[in-house]
């Protein structure tokens, strides 16, 4: 385990401040306070100190996601009010620094914890019931029923069983009340050190499924559709008070988000996708994930959110980025160049057609540099389509494309892009 001195280091500047009867003006600092030990109040400079502090808590022992910062904050808390509560006189040294020396050992013992079992259920937006229950890349898809409450709550683990159990009729009535039973969800196992770092966990890995399902949804929707997760989109009906120039006055009704939900039953059903769709639910379930998977992925779930973004030019930069990920892993310069010369090797099977992508692929990445250098904000569909188009091609003949199969990693992928020959 890294040393720790830098959190001794902290609470000793705490110790040696004077403590003055009341607060004054210098104690401006987060304030904590904790019944039957006290209060503590953090001079700007200790403050910062302290932030500085959890920062490299986070950095050192927090990488995987699997401790939440609060959990961290929370583990320097304890130390401070358990090397400085009670108080004791400036003189009594011996007994802080046992104090500390046993806080700095329970801390230690706290964050060599190995993280615990989490199941999580994310409400998914936007998905049809039709062919629920399902699964991608690992993550079932499936309705949110009372049975699937209780069923949590029947572990194997006597003592965790009894306290699901307790408040597993009290949570179902909470989600009958909010009208979440019967909405799809994504059930998540994560293995995290506290609750909030499950949830975030969670809810990126529900949404790595959100973005390959848009990769496919406006192959499966009558119109524009997407999933999406809590707080991203909706559905809704809008009224705008028009005045016109006749002085007359009305109320214009608008439907604003996805046309229909997602379903996952077309989408399983539909021979075109069926190949790619295989082919992603494998990548997805890699652990740990070769590079070229990761490369894949990561170029989807970025089309994916394209195709769930209703503004035409946000929706063209994302589609640029998916295109860039994929066809330039190994790039920093000549960006414009490598990226035509590339994407028409891949998709072209004649020299015809590899100028007409050349050329295709020039123009579309001239619109993208208008927009972020110019501040270009009119896209048309047409050009947007032909960049969708583009884009949705090389990935998924990257995913299928036999000889791809067998790369691994990005300078393998590379290497093969830059070989002149059909594919």
Not at 70 to 75: A, D, I, S, T, V
């Amino acid at each position: 385990m890294a040393q720790l001195d830098y959190v001794e280091s902290l609470v000793r500047e705490v110790y040696a401040k004077p403590t003055p009867s009341t607060p004054s003006e210098s104690l401006r600092g987060p304030l904590f306070f904790r019944k039957d030990q006290g209060l503590l109040i953090l001079e700007d400079n200790e403050a910062a100190a302290y932030a500085r502090v959890v920062a490299r808590l986070q950095e050192e022992h927090g990488k995987r996601g699997d401790i939440s910062q609060r959990m961290l904050e929370k583990y320097v808390q304890d130390v401070l009010f358990s090397a400085l509560f009670p108080a004791v006189d400036s003189q009594a040294a011996d007994v802080f620094e046992k104090r500390l020396a046993d806080a700095m050992r329970a801390l230690r013992e706290q964050l060599k914890k190995a993280p615990g079992d989490y199941t999580c259920l994310i409400p998914v937006l936007g998905l049809d019931e039709e062919g629920l229950p399902g699964s991608i890349g690992g993550v079932r898809l499936t309705r949110m029923t009372t049975a699937r409450v209780h069923q949590l709550a029947a572990v194997d683990n006597i003592e965790v069983a009894e306290k699901r159990k307790a408040s597993k009729h009290r949570l179902t009535k909470w989600l009958k009340d909010d009208g979440i039973l019967g909405q799809p969800v994504a059930v998540v196992a994560v293995r995290a050190r506290d609750l909030e770092a499950a949830h975030g966990l969670a809810r990126r890995r529900a949404q790595e499924i959100v973005d390959i399902l848009n990769f496919f949804a406006d192959e499966v929707t009558d119109g524009p559709g997407w999933v999406y997760l809590a707080g991203e989109a909706a559905r809704e009906v809008y009224e705008t008070v028009i005045a016109g120039p006749d002085g007359s006055m009305t109320a214009n009704s608008s439907l604003e988000g996805p046309f229909a939900p997602v379903s996952l039953k077309r989408l399983r059903s539909t021979p075109a996708l069926q190949p790619s769709l295989r082919r992603l639910d494998g990548l997805l379930r890699q652990d740990p994930r070769w590079e070229m998977a990761q490369l894949l992925i990561t170029s989807a779930r970025w089309a994916g959110r394209a195709s769930a973004e209703h503004v035409r030019e946000q929706a063209f930069l994302l589609y640029t980025i998916a295109l860039e990920t994929l066809m330039l892993p190994d790039s920093d310069s000549e960006l414009n160049y490598r990226l035509r010369l590339r994407a028409a090797r891949l998709l072209a099977n004649s020299l015809a057609e590899r100028e007409r992508y050349k050329r295709m692929v020039r123009d579309l990445y001239g619109i993208r540099s208008k927009i972020v250098h110019s501040g270009l904000l009119t896209i048309n569909d047409g050009d947007l389509g032909r960049l969708r188009f583009v884009t949705k091609r090389c990935i998924v003949r990257a995913l299928l494309h036999r000889r791809v199969r067998q790369l691994n990693t990005r300078k393998e992928w590379a290497s093969w892009l830059n070989q002149d020959v059909f594919r």
